[in-house]
Each structure stands twice: as structure tokens, then as C-alpha cells.
């Protein structure tokens, strides 16, 4: 473990690391909070694709009849961040809020969450976000297949290299934004600065849908691609739907990797004690 010493105003602040998680901890399963962690992230994502597509499905609904009408882009962009920002308040203390596979495989790389609950996650988000846009489609039956089941395609125009780098990027922004957002150190050392963690996490993601709609129509989380697809079940949701996965997963290792080893210094901290432990 290792030990920072901030120093602030003249007061001095110990602060200590907390110890990675376990690859597999199989007492989590013996645990009640363990479950309701799983249907808490099962029930937000549910929650988080319902709001969202419709949102897309009313948009498109709207501004056939007239382009003035509807929410447009920005109100688009502003469900999609603003959902996460209310879920990932809501489900912070009970499950962390990941409501997303990269977000979850991203916190994984670092240690930050075991395997099994890695995983379990993943599978209740997936699932969560199949049974989100079956109420959509429940609900808006007559526009759903119409106005394409808010399902995630690469755009006329773009290739697939652009789709894939826009999802690596994008992921990146939301999933740097979630490290420095619940960054324990930053939390100790400014503890005199109250921070909303939800609040910029939910902003990352409103940033990025401005950004990549017009390209992929923003995945940037596997579980929403992945819901919208099952249910709109047809080639074109399907064609380039690796995209959503591959991008997304490289977007949250990528910036595991520059959070934790560049940022936070993991690899020089490594390294010092390898050498400390040589010479001993």
C-alpha cells in the first residue's frame, strides 16, 4: 500500500490508497448487498434506455411532421447526460453507478472491482437494457420500427474506421471522466471543495452524444447497443454492431491505463518498489 502525503494551506493530509480488489472474491456471493448491487444496475440501465430511446423515437416522430418540432440533437444529447447523471446518483451508494459494460470492464483493469462482480454486472446491464427497449417498443409500437428501434448504425459517409475511433474516443472522455470524478485521493485533498460525482460524469456523457451522434449515433456503452439491437433485431442493427463493443471497451482501457499509471503515477509507484524490494 502505498502512502501520499498532501500538503495544503499549510496542513498536512495522509492519505492512503485503498487495497485493489481481488480478481475473485467468491464471498461476494454470499452477500445480500452483492444482489441488490446486480438489480440496482439491472433496474438503472432498464430505466436509462427506456427514457433515452423514446426520447430518440418522439424526436423522430415529431420532426417527421414538422423539422422545426421535437427535441433535435441537443435534447437528445441532454436525456442521454442527464439520465446518467440522475441514475448514477441514485445508484452510487448501492452499486457504484457503472449502468455501463465499459464502465465496468474500465474500473476491472484497475482493480477497482472483482471478476464475478464484473461480470454480473455486465450481464444485469445487458439484459436491463434488452427489457428498457421492449417497454419502448410496448409503449411506441406504432413509430418503433418506423424510426429504426433507436438502435446504434454508422452513418452514410463514415467508414468503419471512423465509427470505431469515434466510439474509442468517446468512451475515453466518459470513462476518464468517471476515474477523476470518484478519485478518492482528489476527494481527500479537496475536501474543502464539495464535488457532485454524478454531475460531470452525466456532462461527459451529454458532451460526447453532441460530438458522435452524426457519426454512430453515440454508443459509447455496449448495453445500450446492445438492447436496441435485440429488440429492433434486423441487419442493419446488426451489420457493424461489433463497433459498439470494440470501440467502447478499448476507449475504457485506454483510459484505465492513463488514469491509474500515468495520472496517478501506478507504474513509476510499481516500479519503486521493485526496486526497493531488489535491494533489499
Not at 464535488?195 to 460526447?208: D, N, S
Request: net charge neutral; hydrophobic share 45%; aromatic share 12%.
Amino acid at each position: 500500500m502505498v502512502k501520499d502525503i498532501e500538503v495544503g494551506g499549510g496542513i498536512g493530509k495522509d492519505y492512503q490508497d485503498p487495497p485493489p480488489s481481488p480478481l475473485i472474491d467468491g464471498e461476494e456471493l454470499t452477500k445480500w448487498s452483492f444482489y441488490r448491487a446486480v438489480i440496482a444496475e439491472f433496474i438503472a440501465t432498464m430505466l436509462f434506455l427506456y427514457i433515452t430511446v423514446l426520447t430518440v423515437i418522439g424526436h423522430k416522430s415529431q420532426n417527421e411532421a414538422d423539422q422545426c418540432n421535437g427535441v433535435g440533437l441537443l435534447g437528445i444529447a441532454w436525456a442521454f447526460g442527464g439520465m446518467i447523471f440522475v441514475l448514477v446518483y441514485c445508484t452510487a451508494g448501492i452499486s457504484g453507478g457503472h449502468i455501463n459494460p465499459a464502465v465496468t470492464f474500465g474500473l476491472l483493469l484497475a482493480r477497482k472491482v472483482t471478476l464475478i462482480r464484473a461480470i454480473l454486472y455486465m450481464v444485469a446491464q445487458c439484459l436491463g437494457a434488452i427489457c428498457g427497449v421492449g417497454l419502448v417498443k410496448a409503449f411506441q409500437s406504432g413509430y418503433y420500427t418506423k424510426f429504426g428501434g433507436g438502435a446504434n448504425t454508422l452513418a452514410d459517409g463514415y467508414s468503419k474506421g471512423t465509427g470505431l475511433g469515434a466510439e474509442i474516443i468517446g468512451t475515453f472522455v466518459l470513462v476518464y471522466t468517471v476515474f477523476s470524478a470518484t478519485d478518492p485521493k482528489r476527494s481527500a485533498r479537496d475536501s474543502h471543495v464539495p464535488v457532485l460525482a454524478p454531475l460531470p460524469i452525466g456532462f461527459a456523457v451529454f458532451m460526447v452524444h453532441l460530438a458522435t451522434i452524426p457519426v454512430t449515433g453515440t454508443g459509447i456503452n455496449p448495453a445500450r447497443s446492445f438492447g436496441a439491437a435485440v429488440i429492433f433485431n434486423s441487419s442493419e442493427a446488426w451489420d457493424d454492431h461489433w463497433i459498439f463493443w470494440v470501440g467502447p471497451f478499448i476507449g475504457a482501457a485506454i483510459a484505465a491505463i492513463y488514469h491509474q499509471y500515468i495520472l496517478r503515477a501506478g507504474f513509476v509507484k510499481a516500479l519503486g518498489s521493485f526496486r526497493s524490494s531488489s535491494n533489499v
